[in-house]
């Protein structure tokens, strides 16, 4: 597989930082910085944080991961029962990744083909993908930046779905959010329809309100899973329910249930959903059975 261009945020120095394999090259923002281009190419080290020690992270993330979320941390130290590519360590104890309990590098998703041509025009990118297209990302496997009908479908069963549900959700995505064409990830925010169904905000971003009504239904339960019979009735109580969103949900739920083994929601389920790394860890995550269906989309 040809190597990927990654965004990584590092916590500590509240910097982004693009990636890129191939060139071995990385482009860094400044802080607070919310856009990145060519011209901020990293070639010195800055803050005590080096280009070799990012790309060296980078490939070791390559090796750990085959389609990892956006959030995923990498891990402080290296624990007797988890298993880490030579070299891991080597490269950053003690200089990019020695605080707080998750690791200080975080994965914050791939430039697909449409931002590297914006890129390689000079064009600028931003930091940070919104996470209605972090949503839609984790659906596009070959990293083009659209998302064709059979890109939908293929994605679909990946997420655990059955031939036919998949795709009725793919028509359906492909009719509403492409409107007949392949759905452009980059211009989602332009062709959402304009009744919302809940979760995002009009920029595209996690809705603070709505989240908070969630957590306080988990709340009520004292716990942090719920049957999804009840939150399907708190959705239908409080949220609009057209039948893309009765999809989303329908196919939400048959990936908790494979994951969890019972038809309940976890938070932190509900919460990935919004934030653009649910689909992710449910094509990527081993069911009980031990199957992992991404590997008939995406063979290694």
């Known amino acids: 597989m040809t190597p990927r261009v990654l965004r990584i945020r590092h916590h500590p120095s509240a910097r982004s930082f693009v990636v890129d394999l191939q060139r071995a090259r990385v482009l860094a923002a400044a802080p607070g910085q919310a856009t990145i281009s060519l011209e901020d190419e990293l070639k010195e080290e800055q803050q005590g ?171 009520t339960t004292g716990q942090d899973e719920i049957e999804q019979d009840r939150l399907e009735r708190f959705n239908a109580r409080n949220f609009q329910n057209g039948f893309m969103s009765k999809e989303q949900w329908k196919s939400f739920f048959v990936s908790c249930r494979d994951l969890n083994g019972r038809a309940t929601v976890t938070f932190a389920q509900l919460r990935a959903l919004f934030e653009g790394s649910f689909e992710h860890i449910a094509a990527s995550r081993a069911d009980a059975r031990a199957r992992r269906p991404l590997d008939r989309v995406l063979p290694d």
């Open 49 to 219: 944080i080096r280009a070799s020690d990012l790309i060296a992270a980078a490939q070791s993330f390559e090796r750990l991961w085959k389609w990892p979320a956006p959030g995923a941390r990498f891990p402080q130290q290296n624990r007797a029962d988890e298993r880490f590519p030579d070299g891991w360590f080597a490269e950053l104890q003690g200089r990019l990744n020695q605080t707080g309990p998750h690791g200080d590098l975080e994965f914050r998703g791939y430039l697909d083909a449409v931002e590297l041509a914006e890129l390689a025009r000079g064009g600028a990118l931003r930091t940070e993908r919104s996470a209605l297209e972090r949503h839609l990302t984790a659906l596009d496997f070959r990293l083009r930046g659209k998302l064709g009908l059979v890109d939908l479908y293929r994605a679909f069963i990946a997420t655990r779905q059955k031939p036919v549900q998949a795709l009725k959700k793919a028509l359906g995505a492909y009719v509403m959010f492409g409107h007949g064409r392949p759905v452009d990830i980059a211009q989602i925010g332009a062709r959402r329809p304009a009744a919302r169904s809940g979760g995002f905000d009009r920029h595209g971003e996690v809705d603070r309100d709505v989240m908070q009504q969630y957590r306080h239904l988990f709340d």
